[in-house]
Nanobody
Framework: QVQLVESGGGLVQAGGSLRLSCAAS????????MDWFRQAPGKEREFVAA????????QYADSVKGRFTISRDNAKNTMYLQMNSLKTEDTAVYYC?????????????????WGKGTLVTVSS
């Protein structure tokens, strides 16, 4: 059973940066594509970014394209989300997830394992 633990959330001013991490254990991390999702208060969970098992293929939601960068270090069983030029509308709980598949998916129903989330608050 894959276990995922997010870290790196916090309070930041608009225009600032944060880097989230997702540490994986209990599975073969390098075999799986990985995703970031987020859920803002009162809203549905939404896709943010995805990365292939090698890191060579990445996908982003239009709302974060050009500002966020997803990456992974398979030697450390860790995935990252570098968030720059943060906006107040980026405020949400951020979750890492995996479909436990080599195929890259961008929908939440395809995910097989989830972390508990880390809160990012962007103030104006």
């Amino acid at each position: 059973q894959v276990q995922l633990v997010e870290s790196g959330g916090g309070l930041v001013q608009a225009g600032g940066s944060l880097r989230l991490s997702c540490a994986a254990s209990g599975g073969t991390f390098s075999s799986y594509s990985m995703d970031w999702f987020r859920q803002a208060p009162g809203k549905e969970r939404e896709f943010v970014a995805a990365i292939s098992r090698s890191g060579g293929n990445t996908q982003y939601a239009d709302s974060v394209k050009g500002r966020f960068t997803i990456s992974r270090d398979n030697a450390k069983n860790t995935m990252y989300l570098q968030m720059n030029s943060l906006k107040t509308e980026d405020t949400a709980v951020y979750y890492c997830a995996t479909p436990r598949s080599a195929v890259v998916f961008t929908t939440s129903h395809a995910m097989d394992a989830w972390g508990k989330g880390t809160l990012v608050t962007v103030s104006s």
